[in-house]
């Protein structure tokens, strides 16, 4: 006898195809998202880690050839055999295809090479600002000389120039900007607090700054905003070995930044108050001419300004130099290419001190 199919057991065969079948489809649709997903999230680091890297890459170039411009400027604003602000400009390349920033670009192109990258310096359009650098080279006061007319002679014969000492006087008048403005102080010669001739710089438009050593510690000098107990006081070691730096520019003292120092390259005016009572090498690049823009020490008469730094400088001496230098560079790489300005410009606030001006 043939028996009948079942409807119920043919029912639940059928549901169970069916349920095997939908649970196939749902892996494979798991596993495709899954794999989307990961495409996506790769696409994604891939585009992003690529971007980054391309921008660093490019910006590690910038970064060596402004370090090697800046080193440019330094050896040009400290050699002694430089005499004049053309020869300067000449051996930094604004105006002579041999100069430094060529040689940087054919050092840079050379080491770069076997990388795919190519930098190319527009030399012809770059330029060079003048500025005045005022420095004292070895650890002395900080007094100065000035000329003055001496006294009516008798006859027709006119007065005769006369060296003046002075420890109070108007450094800078009228610059633009200044930058690498820094003192190294022994600490010898520093008066206390309660001398009345405390050493001091008069910014004008900043407050002043004063320098006296510590009434309590020995070796010790504090940087302050008043001549006697300031607001604020900053206290460091300042030995014959071991010189304290204060850094006007940069707003530091002892690399540590001080609210009360001006940390800026907007100073136009400087005075010194009380020479004598300090020990220190001196630094700073004014942005300008002197005897023309800034007026190098402002008594009765300027002092001259040399085309160049002597060797040696035990009193406060200014000379030609370089403030900064702009070029347009181009950056090509396998994956990039970039053409932007540059302003060079050693020792900026907000740059790391990388040397003297």
Known sequence: MISKPSLTKFKQNTRGQILLLAAVAIVLLVFGMITMLNTAAFTEQERATGVDERGGEVIQHLENVEYSMETAIRHANHDPNIGSQGA????????????????????????????????????????????????????????????????DPPGPNPPALENTPASSYGLINNGEKTRSFTIAVTGEGVTGPGSGEVFMVDFGSHDNVYVYADPDVNSQIIVSNSPTDGDTEYATTATTGSPAQISFTHGTLDGQKIPILPGTEDITDVSIENGGNIDAAFDMVVYGVADNDIGFVSNDNNKDVEGGPSADADELQAHDAVYSITYDITIQTPTSDITTTVRVTPQLPGYADTGAP
């Open 88 to 151: 300067r400009t000449d051996r930094l390349g604004t105006t002579d295809s041999d100069g430094e920033l060529y040689l940087i670009e054919n050092r840079t192109a050379e080491r770069l090479s076997s990388e795919g990258v190519q930098v190319v310096i527009n030399v012809d359009g770059a330029t060079a600002t003048d500025g005045t650098r005022i420095w004292q080279s070895g650890y002395n006061n900080l007094n100065t000389t000035t000329q003055t007319m001496g006294p």
